[in-house]
């Protein structure tokens, strides 16, 4: 099976911290997305790496950057958090060279900025 | 713009069936997906569309017309572990998945 991990459920920061959320999959995946939920929205891209190294931005990518320097791991910094960055933050990782394969998700990470 | 359009909630009742539907509007189209989402979880696969029709995968089922750009998910004998949010995602001609804000179906005994 699949499996993504991010490294935490819950977090909780201040405004204007420097924030880094972790994604790891362990299915050699090409493909990684940074997604964030909120109610009443649908999921909105942030930002996605088709390799290593290498980084598109999605529909928000404002106030977000990316880093892919292994394979199995994209992580997400939120440079200065802002209240409005209070989300849950989802990462997935597909297979191929496109996006047009299933994308597996992680647990998610409920960020709440004060 | 981009489009897509799901209800924000149904109930429905266990054993019985729902139908959950989708409509969209998108630059382009290379296919549909249906997730299923439990409160405080990650999305997870369900279904892919590319061609038009039915496709079942066991009480599961998905139908897709792009002609009227619109699909449905089809849940057939609901079992309370179906209680979920349901997500609608295009992806339209340049590869990119546009999602729904998702239907949260709520089953009552």
């Known amino acids: 099976d699949v499996k993504v991990t991010q490294s935490s459920r819950y977090l909780v920061k201040r405004t204007g911290e420097k924030v880094f959320l972790e994604c790891v999959q362990d299915m050699d995946h090409e493909n990684m997305f940074w997604y964030r939920q909120d109610p009443g929205l649908g999921l909105r891209l942030i930002y996605f790496s088709y390799d290593v190294k290498m980084k598109e931005k999605g529909d928000i990518p404002e106030g977000y950057s990316v880093s892919r320097e292994k394979k199995e791991r994209f992580s997400l910094i939120l440079e200065s958090a802002s209240t409005n960055q209070t989300s849950m933050y989802l990462c997935a990782s597909s297979w191929g060279e496109g996006t047009t394969d299933t994308q597996y998700f992680g647990p998610g990470t409920r960020l709440t900025v004060l | 713009g981009q489009n897509i359009d799901q209800p924000t909630e149904m109930t429905a009742t266990e054993g019985a069936i729902v139908q959950i539907n989708c409509t969209y509007q998108?630059?382009?189209?290379?296919?549909l997906f249906w997730y299923q989402q439990h409160a405080g979880e990650a999305p997870t696969f369900l279904s892919y569309?590319?061609l038009d029709g039915l496709e079942e995968k066991g009480r599961f089922s998905s139908f897709l017309s792009r002609s009227k750009g619109y699909s449905y998910l089809l849940l057939k004998e609901l079992q309370m572990k179906d209680s979920a949010s349901y997500l609608c995602?295009?992806?339209?001609?340049?590869?990119?998945?546009?999602w729904g804000a998702g239907t949260k179906l709520i089953i009552k005994p």
């Open positions: 995602a295009v992806l339209d001609s340049n590869y990119q998945l546009i």
């Open positions: 998108t630059s382009g189209f290379n296919g």
């Open positions: 569309n590319v």
